[in-house]
C-alpha cells in the first residue's frame, strides 16, 4: 500500500489518500462522479439503517419519486431556478429523437413530490402527509472531491405538508434534533445547530436550518439541513385542501436532508496519520481478529479458537472479521486495518490460546501510546462493549477539544480577515443583518455558516451598526 500523504502539512492529498487507499471509494470514467466500493457502501448503509428508523418515528414514511422532472416544474418556483439553474443537467434527447420537453435530473425532489401532493392532498384529514425518499441527486458541481464535492451523490429527502405554520416548523427543527443525535451519538461529530442567512438559505425556503461542524484544517463543513419551505412550493404547484371550516387552504411544508457528505466529514473529523478511524456504532467491521501462528499445529488450534471467538461475538451483535490471508504477515495486517479504520483489533496467538484470553488494541488511541489490552474470553463481551463506547467518547472529546481551540471570539472584520485568509478556524462575531455587510466576507474566502443562538457581540463585524444576532463565518468546503 502507498504512503499517506502528511496530514499535517498537506491535508487535502491525505484525504485523497485515505478514501481511496481504504477502498472507500473508487474514481469512474463519468467525470466528477465516484464509484462507492463495497466497504464505503456498508458505511452508507449503516447509517441508512439508523436514520430510516429515527426518521419513521415521526410517522413519516419512505417512497420514491422519478429521477427525471419535465423541465418546465423547475421553473414554476422562481427562486429555486434561479438557485440551481447553474447546476442542472438536462436530458433533451431519447430513443433517437429530440424531446418535446427537456427533463432536469433530479437536483432535489421538491417540484415532482409537489406535483403529487396536489394529487394526493385535498382535504384537511389528509395532513400531516410525511414522506421521505432514499435516492441519488445530480448536481454539476466544476470542484470535484468524493464525498465532500460530486456530480452525482446519494442522501435521504424529506418532505412533510402540514395544515399550520407552527407545526412545519415543528417539523423541521425535530428533523434537525434527529440529524444532531445521529451525527454526536453515532459520527461522535460536534455540530453547532445555527439558521442560515438569507443569501445561504435553500432556494425557495421560507428559513433553513443548520448544523455545521469544523473540521480539522479550520474549514466549516454543512452537515445538513432542514428547511421551513412556508407556502412556496404548494403555491406554485397548486396544492391547497379544505380545513374543518370548508376554507380551502395552502399548506405549510419542509423538506430536510442528509447526504454522503457526511462520511467525508467522518473521514477528516476522525483520521490520523495512520487512515481511517472509524467509529464503533458506524463500523461495517467494528472488529478485526488477527490469528498469529508460525506452526501448521498452532494454525489448526489458533483459527479454531479464532472462529469460535469470533462466532461468540457475532451472537451479540457485533460485526467481526476474522483475517485468514495468508499471504500478509501479521504486522502487514495490522497496517492494513487500521488505514481501514476498524475500531479494535483482537489479536490470537499460542500463548494467548494457553491462557484463554486475546488482546485487544484500541484504534483511536495515538500509534505511540496505544496499549495491549490482555482479556479472558470469558470477558469478552462486556469488556469490548465498554470499549467501544470508550472509544466514542475519545474520538467526540478530540473532535470537541480541537474546534474550541479554533473557536474565536472577535468583534471587528478587519480583526480576523488576515486569519481567516491564512489560518482558517472559526469566528464568533456581531451583524446588522444586512446583506452588504455579508458580502465583504466574500473578500477574505469566507461565509456566514450560520446565525447563532448567543448575542455576545455589541456591533456588527463591518458596519459597526447594532448586532441583531451573532454570526458564526468560516472558510467552507
Same mark, same amino acid.
Given at each position: 500500500?502507498?504512503?499517506?500523504?502528511?496530514?499535517?502539512?498537506?491535508?487535502?492529498?491525505? #484525504?485523497? =489518500?485515505?478514501?481511496?487507499?481504504?477502498?472507500?471509494?473508487?474514481?469512474?470514467? &463519468?467525470?466528477?462522479?465516484?464509484?462507492?466500493?463495497?466497504?464505503?457502501?456498508?458505511?452508507?448503509?449503516?447509517?441508512?439503517?439508523?436514520?430510516?428508523?429515527?426518521?419513521?418515528?415521526?410517522?413519516?414514511?419512505?417512497?420514491?419519486?422519478?429521477?427525471?422532472?419535465?423541465?418546465?416544474?423547475?421553473?414554476? /418556483?422562481? +427562486?429555486?431556478? /434561479?438557485?440551481?439553474?447553474?447546476?442542472?443537467?438536462?436530458?433533451?434527447?431519447?430513443?433517437?429523437?429530440?424531446?418535446?420537453?427537456?427533463?432536469?435530473?433530479?437536483?432535489?425532489?421538491?417540484?415532482?413530490?409537489?406535483?403529487?401532493?396536489?394529487?394526493?392532498?385535498?382535504?384537511?384529514?389528509?395532513?400531516?402527509? +410525511?414522506?421521505?425518499?432514499?435516492?441519488?441527486?445530480?448536481?454539476?458541481?466544476?470542484?470535484?472531491?468524493?464525498?465532500?464535492?460530486?456530480?452525482?451523490?446519494?442522501?435521504?429527502?424529506?418532505?412533510?405538508?402540514?395544515?399550520?405554520?407552527?407545526?412545519?416548523?415543528?417539523?423541521?427543527?425535530?428533523?434537525?434534533?434527529?440529524?444532531?443525535?445521529?451525527?454526536?451519538? #453515532? #459520527?461522535?461529530?460536534?455540530?453547532?445547530?445555527? !439558521?442560515?442567512?438569507?443569501?445561504?438559505?435553500?432556494?425557495?425556503?421560507?428559513?433553513?436550518?443548520?448544523?455545521?461542524?469544523?473540521?480539522?484544517?479550520?474549514?466549516?463543513?454543512?452537515?445538513?439541513?432542514?428547511?421551513?419551505?412556508?407556502?412556496?412550493?404548494?403555491?406554485?404547484? =397548486?396544492?391547497?385542501?379544505?380545513?374543518? +371550516?370548508?376554507?380551502?387552504?395552502?399548506?405549510?411544508?419542509?423538506?430536510?436532508?442528509?447526504?454522503?457528505?457526511?462520511?467525508?466529514?467522518?473521514?477528516? !473529523?476522525?483520521?490520523?496519520?495512520?487512515?481511517?478511524?472509524?467509529?464503533?456504532?458506524? %463500523?461495517?467491521?467494528?472488529?478485526?481478529? *488477527?490469528?498469529?501462528?508460525?506452526?501448521?499445529?498452532?494454525?489448526?488450534?489458533?483459527?479454531?479458537?479464532?472462529?469460535?471467538?469470533?462466532?461468540?461475538?457475532?451472537?451479540?451483535?457485533?460485526?467481526?472479521?476474522? =483475517?485468514?490471508?495468508?499471504?500478509?504477515?501479521?504486522?502487514?495486517?495490522?497496517?492494513?486495518?487500521?488505514?481501514?479504520?476498524?475500531?479494535?483489533?483482537?489479536?490470537?496467538?499460542?500463548? @494467548?490460546?494457553?491462557?484463554?484470553?486475546?488482546? !485487544?488494541?484500541?484504534?483511536?488511541?495515538? @500509534?505511540?501510546?496505544?496499549?495491549?489490552?490482555?482479556?479472558?474470553?470469558?470477558?469478552?463481551?462486556?469488556?469490548?462493549? $465498554?470499549?467501544?463506547? &470508550?472509544?466514542?467518547?475519545?474520538?467526540?472529546?478530540?473532535?470537541?477539544?480541537?474546534?474550541?481551540?479554533?473557536?474565536?471570539?472577535?468583534?471587528?472584520?478587519?480583526?480576523? $480577515?488576515?486569519?481567516? /485568509?491564512?489560518?482558517?478556524?472559526?469566528?464568533?462575531?456581531?451583524?446588522?443583518? @444586512?446583506?452588504?455587510?455579508?458580502?465583504?466576507?466574500?473578500?477574505?474566502?469566507?461565509?456566514?455558516?450560520?446565525?447563532?443562538?448567543?448575542?455576545?457581540? *455589541?456591533?456588527?463585524?463591518?458596519?459597526?451598526?447594532?448586532?441583531?444576532? =451573532?454570526?458564526?463565518? %468560516?472558510?467552507? #468546503?
Amino acid at each position: 500500500m502507498k504512503k499517506l500523504a502528511d496530514i499535517q502539512h498537506n491535508f487535502v492529498d491525505w #484525504y485523497q =489518500d485515505v478514501i481511496f487507499e481504504a477502498e472507500l471509494v473508487d474514481s469512474s470514467p &463519468t467525470k466528477g462522479c465516484y464509484v462507492l466500493r463495497p466497504y464505503g457502501f456498508a458505511l452508507w448503509e449503516n447509517i441508512q439503517k439508523i436514520l430510516d428508523k429515527e426518521i419513521k418515528k415521526t410517522g413519516t414514511q419512505n417512497a420514491y419519486f422519478p429521477l427525471l422532472i419535465p423541465e418546465s416544474f423547475i421553473t414554476k /418556483e422562481k +427562486k429555486h431556478v /434561479e438557485g440551481f439553474s447553474p447546476e442542472l443537467a438536462v436530458v433533451t434527447h431519447a430513443g433517437g429523437e429530440k424531446l418535446e420537453e427537456a427533463y432536469v435530473v433530479r437536483p432535489t425532489s421538491e417540484t415532482i413530490i409537489y406535483h403529487m401532493f396536489a394529487r394526493w392532498i385535498k382535504s384537511w384529514r389528509d395532513l400531516p402527509l +410525511k414522506i421521505n425518499q432514499w435516492a441519488n441527486v445530480v448536481r454539476w458541481e466544476m470542484r470535484h472531491r468524493a464525498f465532500l464535492r460530486s456530480v452525482e451523490f446519494l442522501w435521504q429527502e424529506g418532505h412533510t405538508a402540514h395544515a399550520t405554520h407552527g407545526e412545519a416548523v415543528e417539523m423541521a427543527q425535530q428533523a434537525l434534533a434527529i440529524y444532531k443525535k445521529l451525527l454526536e451519538h #453515532y #459520527y461522535a461529530i460536534p455540530v453547532i445547530s445555527g !439558521m442560515k442567512t438569507e443569501s445561504e438559505k435553500f432556494a425557495g425556503a421560507e428559513r433553513t436550518y443548520t448544523l455545521e461542524s469544523l473540521m480539522p484544517d479550520g474549514k466549516a463543513l454543512q452537515m445538513c439541513t432542514s428547511h421551513v419551505l412556508g407556502h412556496s412550493f404548494p403555491e406554485s404547484f =397548486d396544492v391547497r385542501f379544505q380545513d374543518d +371550516k370548508g376554507t380551502m387552504q395552502v399548506p405549510h411544508c419542509t423538506s430536510w436532508g442528509l447526504t454522503t457528505r457526511t462520511i467525508g466529514a467522518l473521514v477528516m !473529523m476522525h483520521g490520523d496519520q495512520q487512515g481511517l478511524i472509524i467509529p464503533p456504532r458506524l %463500523a461495517p467491521i467494528q472488529a478485526v481478529i *488477527i490469528p498469529i501462528y508460525k506452526t501448521a499445529a498452532e494454525k489448526t488450534a489458533i483459527i479454531q479458537k479464532a472462529n469460535e471467538v469470533a462466532q461468540h461475538l457475532q451472537n451479540a451483535n457485533i460485526a467481526v472479521h476474522v =483475517d485468514l490471508n495468508e499471504n500478509d504477515s501479521p504486522g502487514a495486517k495490522f497496517y492494513a486495518w487500521e488505514l481501514k479504520g476498524v475500531p479494535v483489533r483482537i489479536e490470537l496467538g499460542p500463548k @494467548d490460546l494457553e491462557k484463554n484470553h486475546v488482546v !485487544m488494541v484500541n484504534r483511536a488511541e495515538a @500509534d505511540k501510546t496505544k496499549k495491549k489490552q490482555f482479556v479472558p474470553c470469558d470477558n469478552l463481551i462486556t469488556t469490548i462493549q $465498554a470499549l467501544f463506547d &470508550t472509544i466514542h467518547e475519545q474520538l467526540y472529546q478530540k473532535a470537541l477539544q480541537r474546534i474550541q481551540q479554533q473557536w474565536h471570539q472577535a468583534d471587528a472584520l478587519s480583526d480576523f $480577515a488576515h486569519a481567516l /485568509e491564512n489560518e482558517n478556524g472559526l469566528y464568533q462575531t456581531g451583524w446588522c443583518g @444586512d446583506a452588504a455587510c455579508e458580502a465583504q466576507l466574500k473578500e477574505h474566502k469566507g461565509t456566514i455558516r450560520c446565525r447563532y443562538h448567543e448575542n455576545a457581540h *455589541i456591533t456588527c463585524f463591518y458596519c459597526k451598526k447594532p448586532s441583531v444576532t =451573532d454570526v458564526l463565518i %468560516a472558510k467552507s #468546503y
